[in-house]
Every structure is written in structure tokens, then in C-alpha cells.
Nanobody, 115 residues
Framework: QVQLVESGGGKVQAGSSLRLSCVVS????????MGWYRQAPGKQRELVAD???????NYTDSVKGRFTISRDNAKNTLYLQMNSLKPEDTAVYYC?????????WGQGTQVTVSS
């Protein structure tokens, strides 16, 4: 069973930065497609960014140039560096681990950005 534990969320003002972390149990982290999703109140969950084992990254348009996804395979950890945060970035952020046809989700971490 794969377990994901996110951390790094918090309450910040617009323009600030946060770095989210996601530690994954198990030894197959390096083979998985890792991602960050978010869900704002009253909205559908959306993909923020993902990262393939080969290092290909993908971002939703609203975060391009502000957010950076990265991984450290030696630490089984996924990161999301979030700069120039905006109130519309307020959401619960979830880490995902996808391998073949199975996706695992973390419990989520709250990010709140005030104007």
C-alpha cells in the first residue's frame, strides 16, 4: 500500500510563497507519475501540475510561471514551489501517485491566500 503525506500548507498574503511537500512510502516512487491537484470551495478538483519519471512536467495555465513541481527520488518526496500566490490559489492541495492504472491520493493540505 502506498501512503502519501503532504505538508507545507498555510495562510499567507497575496504575493507570498509556499512550498508543499509530499513524502511517499515505498520504493517505487521513481517510477510513478506524480502530481498535485487542488480543490477550492464549490469547485471541481483540478490538476495543478504533474511530473513524469522522465522529467516531463505539465502545468495548468493559471499557475504557469509561478509554480514549479519537482521531485527528489532519493527522499521519495514531491514538491510544489508556489510563488506569487493569489487569492484564487486558495484550495486544498492534494498529492497524487499514479502507476499503471492505480492512483493514490494524499489527505490534502490547506492553502489560504488573503488579499
Amino acid at each position: 500500500q502506498v501512503q502519501l503525506v503532504e505538508s507545507g500548507g498555510g495562510k499567507v498574503q497575496a504575493g507570498s510563497s509556499l512550498r508543499l511537500s509530499c513524502v511517499v512510502s515505498g520504493s517505487i516512487f521513481r517510477f510513478a507519475i506524480m502530481g498535485w491537484y487542488r480543490q477550492a470551495p464549490g469547485k471541481q478538483r483540478e490538476l495543478v501540475a504533474d511530473d513524469t519519471p522522465g522529467g516531463i512536467t505539465n502545468y495548468t495555465d493559471s499557475v504557469k510561471g509561478r509554480f514549479t513541481i519537482s521531485r527528489d527520488n532519493a527522499k521519495n518526496t514531491l514538491y510544489l514551489q508556489m510563488n506569487s500566490l493569489k487569492p484564487e490559489d486558495t484550495a486544498v492541495y492534494y498529492c497524487t501517485f499514479r502507476l499503471i492504472r492505480t492512483t493514490y491520493w494524499g489527505q490534502g493540505t490547506q492553502v489560504t491566500v488573503s488579499s
